[in-house]
Each structure stands twice: as C-alpha cells, then as structure tokens.
C-alpha cells in the first residue's frame, strides 16, 4: 500500500453492526465520513466523531426510514450541524427497490432535507435507487453539490449530475467482475468528478467480497480505479482525495 492517506467518503459505522469497531477504525489511516440514516444511527454518528479525530460524520433520514420519523428527527439533525465535524445531510434521498406505496412520503422527506441542506449551505450524501429520474429531477431545483453514493445509473446521468454540480460516489462494486457498467462510467469520467466510498459494512470490494466491510478497504476500491484509468494509484488518491476535502470542507 502506497503511504498516501486513505479517504472513505461514505460509511455506516453502526455499533450493532460491529463487536470489533475500535479495531475497525483503528484499521484506517485516514479519514471516514460515516452517514447515520435515522435517529438511532444519527446519535451514534454524533458520539463518533466527538470520539475520533479522523470520524467525520453525516446526518440524515435514510428513503427507507421515512415511515419511521417524527418531527424531533428533523430536530436533531438541525440541533447539530452547528458542529464541524458533522460536514454534509445525509444518507437521503429516493429508493424504490422495496417499495413504490410511499413515493410521495419519500419525496417529501428528501425535500424537506435539501431545505436544511440549502439553509445550513452544506453539501449532501445521496441515496438512488430505481428512482434516478425522480431523484434528478428533484435535484435540479436545488443549487447544491455532495455525492450521488455508490452510483448505478448509466453514464449518461453520471454527466447530467456533474453538470449539475454532484461527484459520482464509487464504491466496491466496481471491483466486482460483472460491474461493467460502473466499470465503464469510471474509464469514461474525469477523476476530479469521483469520489471514494465503501458503503461500509456493505458493498465489500474484492478480494474480501462476501465478509464484512469495513473502511480501509477503500484502498481496493482505488486500486480498481487506478488500473481502470490506467494512473498510478497516488495520482488517484491524491485527487479523490482533493474531491472530497472540496465538497466537504474538510478542515485537515
Ligand atoms: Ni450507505
């Protein structure tokens, strides 16, 4: 492994998820930001990065929390994002995979959050599945930047969200055989629209495909990318890295 620090723009660090957490993240030498997803998570996100100096933290309700929110979720997050170390809203926005009978619901809540994205001037993580249309279409009436994680839509939309000011969220996905298409979107984008995830404690990249994810497997993630574009893995770390302190104003 290069010496080049290690950024994982995307993870859930939940502490029903992990026995072995403080090793976890002893693991990484670099940065996390880890996204909470409903209340329970939102308060653990909180506590970790006042524990750890390299835990940046996201606030947010997850599309498929929305039907279990009240108004105190939203007060939480709000009561919070004075502190700096709690750098963008999310993980929100719209997934219909499960479920299509609460659109309307999911639409609203994902709306409501870019307000507060909007009103606080922080950037977003956002979440879309089998919602890319509704998703953008949403997006394009609000001027704001973040992370479209762990995306699965074709290239085309991969340029429609940089034009409108996203970096495309890679994760372990892309190390997987038959991921093509994200593959391809990778060859075809510039580096300075990228941006590196895990998705932790899913999505784990290969070769630990099938155990636990966790955040410094960001490296293989990078290592795809690198071999995909053909640069030199600390030509890619150094500029995703600058993505990220970018778009989430970083203070390292
Ligand atoms: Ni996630």
């Given amino acids: 492994m290069g010496d080049k ?10 502490y029903e998820d992990y026995d072995n957490l403080d090793e976890v993240i002893k693991n990484m030498n670099g940065i996390m930001i880890v ?14 990065v006042s524990r750890y100096d390299n835990i940046y933290g996201t606030l947010g309700i997850h599309p498929e929390e929305v039907d279990n929110i009240t108004l105190e979720s939203f007060n939480l997050i709000e009561k919070n994002l004075n502190n700096p170390k709690i750098v963008a809203i999310g993980e929100i926005g719209l997934d219909y995979h499960f479920t299509t009978d609460n659109i309307d ?3 609203e809540v994902f709306k409501h959050q870019l307000s507060i994205a909007s009103k606080y001037k922080l950037p977003i993580v956002v979440h879309s599945r089998d919602a890319i249309q509704d998703t953008f279409d949403i997006l394009k009436n609000y001027e704001l930047t973040g992370s479209i994680h762990s995306f699965s839509s074709s290239l085309e939309m991969a340029h429609e969200f940089i034009k409108l000011g996203y970096k495309i969220g890679v994760g ?20 300075k629209n990228i941006l590196l ?24 993630v990078a290592k795809k990318v690198s071999e995909l574009k053909n640069i030199d ?20």
């Avoid at 996204?35 to 970790?48: H, R, Y």
């Avoid at 893995?233 to 390292?252: P, R, W």
């Fill in 5 to 14: 620090m290690l950024i994982d723009t995307h993870c859930h660090l939940d």
């Fill in 35 to 48: 996204s909470g997803c409903n209340d329970k998570t939102n308060k653990q996100v909180i506590d970790l």
């Fill in 105 to 107: 619901k999911q639409k």
């Fill in 172 to 191: 372990g996905v892309v190390t997987f055989k038959n991921a093509k298409n994200i593959q391809n979107i990778v060859s075809n984008i510039d580096l």
């Fill in 197 to 220: 995830e895990t998705d932790s404690p899913y999505l784990t990249p290969e070769p630990y495909r099938g155990m636990k994810n966790q955040p410094c497997n960001v490296y293989y």
């Fill in 233 to 252: 893995i600390d030509t890619v770390l150094s500029i995703t890295n600058n993505n990220a302190i970018q778009i989430f104003d970083l203070n390292i």
